[in-house]
């Protein structure tokens, strides 16, 4: 048996695998990921629906696209969760934040100006990748300092799209 703990942002979630099953919270979940060619591309089975899954990570921190939607996830095994207990997890960090393309690919439209504050989660700009338009979303609050993205540019995996201070 795995123990991890999973924060999306103030949701924390303890996962449990065995070879016969998935945990979530202690309850059974009817879960199956398979990596599907691209390194980062994974097809997920939840709860009998079928969904494309992209997961880029640096270290305990992973972005997850699926259905449109980005999620940050900070994973901890139970290991690392015993040698940082006495510490707070990680947060994001005060002043300047650069909010980042997670894939290659078009950028569709920016949904906010130089000046407009935020609220963490807020759609910033819209990327087309793989025929699928995904909102890249603030990871915080904050006003936005710059915007380096441009409707109709194309971009590389991590390129700073929005600048948040």
């Known amino acids: 048996m795995v123990k991890y ?21 202690g309850e059974p979940v009817d879960v199956d990921i398979v990596r599907s060619g691209v390194p980062e591309l994974y097809s997920v089975l939840f709860g ?24 940050q996830v900070q994973v901890q095994d139970e290991r690392a969760r015993r040698l940082n207990q006495a510490r707070k997890l990680p947060t994001l960090p005060e002043g300047e934040l650069a909010i980042t393309a997670p894939i290659p690919g078009l ?50 995996q991590n390129a700073v799209l929005v600048v948040l201070e």
């Not at 703990?5 to 919270?25: H, K, M, P, S, W």
């Not at 100006?113 to 890249?136: C, F, R, W, Y």
């Open 107 to 156: 950028v569709v439209k920016v949904l906010v100006n130089v000046g407009d504050p935020v609220e963490e989660g807020q759609p910033l700009v819209i990327l087309e990748a793989m025929k699928m338009e995904n909102e890249i979303r603030s990871m915080r609050a904050g006003v936005v300092r710059s915007i380096l993205a441009t409707p109709g540019q194309r971009v590389e």
């Open 5 to 25: 703990f999973a924060r999306i942002g103030n949701n924390e979630y303890e996962v449990e695998i065995t070879d016969a099953q998935v945990l979530l919270d």
């Open 48 to 71: 009998g629906q079928s969904h494309e899954m992209l997961v880029t990570s640096d270290r305990f921190n992973y972005t997850i696209l699926i259905r449109s939607e980005q999620f």
